[in-house]
């Protein structure tokens, strides 16, 4: 059973960085690809950002440039860098784990297993 955990969150100035780390538990990570989603107070869930096993990655368009996803897999953990936070990207983030092709990245039904999300707010 695959167990992933969410750090980094918090609340933060528009402009200010965080970085999110998603640790996953077992011997697997390798062999998953890894997502990014988050999801706003109302709104329906929004994939952000993809790491594929090789490390190729694919973004949502309004993150492009400020948002950078990675993996260590030697420590079993993916990130999210995130620059110039807006207060649109206010959300719970959540971590995925994906055995589904990088052109399903972004339909969350194609994800085994979920975090239990960590809160990112930006003020204004």
Not at 32 to 56: C, D, H, L, S
Request: overall charge positive; aromatic content about 12%; hydrophobic content about 30%.
């Amino acid at each position: 059973q695959v167990q992933l955990v969410e750090s980094g969150g918090g609340l933060v100035q528009a402009g200010d960085s965080l970085r999110l780390s998603c640790a996953h538990s077992g011997r697997t990570f390798s062999t998953y690809a890894m997502g990014w989603f988050r999801q706003a107070p109302g709104k329906e869930r929004e994939y952000v950002a993809g790491i594929t096993r090789n490390g190729m990655t694919i973004y949502t368009g309004s993150v492009k440039g400020r948002f950078t996803i990675s993996r260590d897999n030697a420590n079993n953990t993916v990130y999210l860098q995130m620059n110039g936070l807006k207060p649109e990207d206010t959300a719970v983030y959540y971590c995925a784990a994906t055995i589904s092709p990088a052109a399903q990245f972004s339909d969350y039904t194609k994800y085994d297993y979920w975090g239990q999300g960590t809160q990112v707010t930006v003020s204004s």
